[in-house]
C-alpha cells in the first residue's frame, strides 16, 4: 500500500496551468515535503519544497516563478500548481517526505524516505 499516491497529471499545451496532488495515506503534519521530477533519460531533480509548518518554500530556479507549492494538513495532501507550462517541464512528478535532516531545507533525494509512484506530466508545444 503506498504512502504517498500522486495524482493530476496530464498532456497539456505550452502556457497552460495544472495542479497536480500527492495524498498520504496517514497525516502527515510532521513532515517537510517535496516535489521532485524526472524527465526520460535524466536524473531526478528537485522542484519545490516545503517545510511543516509552511514557513518556508524553496523552488529550483528553472520553475521559480511559475509554479506553487502548498499542502493541507487536514487533508494530508500535497500540490503543485503549475503554470505557464513549458515543454522542458515535461517529467515524471514524484512528492515526497523527508527523514533525514528535516530541520532544513534540503534537495538531497536521499533524505527523502517516503516517495510516491508518480504522475506524467507532459507540456505539448
Known amino acids: 500500500q503506498a504512502e504517498l499516491v500522486e495524482s493530476g497529471g496530464g498532456l497539456v499545451q505550452a502556457g497552460d496551468s495544472l495542479r497536480i496532488s500527492c495524498k498520504a495515506s496517514?497525516?502527515?503534519?510532521?513532515?517537510?515535503m517535496a516535489w521532485f521530477r524526472q524527465a526520460q533519460g535524466k536524473a531526478r531533480e528537485f522542484v519545490a519544497y516545503i517545510d511543516a509548518l509552511e514557513r518556508d518554500t524553496v523552488y529550483s530556479d528553472s520553475v521559480k516563478g511559475r509554479f506553487t507549492i502548498s499542502r493541507d494538513n487536514g487533508k494530508n495532501t500535497l500540490y503543485l500548481q503549475m503554470d505557464r507550462l513549458k515543454p522542458e517541464d515535461t517529467a515524471m512528478y514524484f512528492c515526497a517526505a523527508c527523514t533525514k535532516d528535516c530541520h532544513e531545507f534540503t534537495a538531497v533525494l536521499t533524505n527523502y524516505g517516503y516517495w510516491g509512484q508518480g504522475t506524467q506530466v507532459t507540456v505539448s508545444t
Open positions: 496517514r497525516p502527515f503534519h510532521n513532515y517537510v
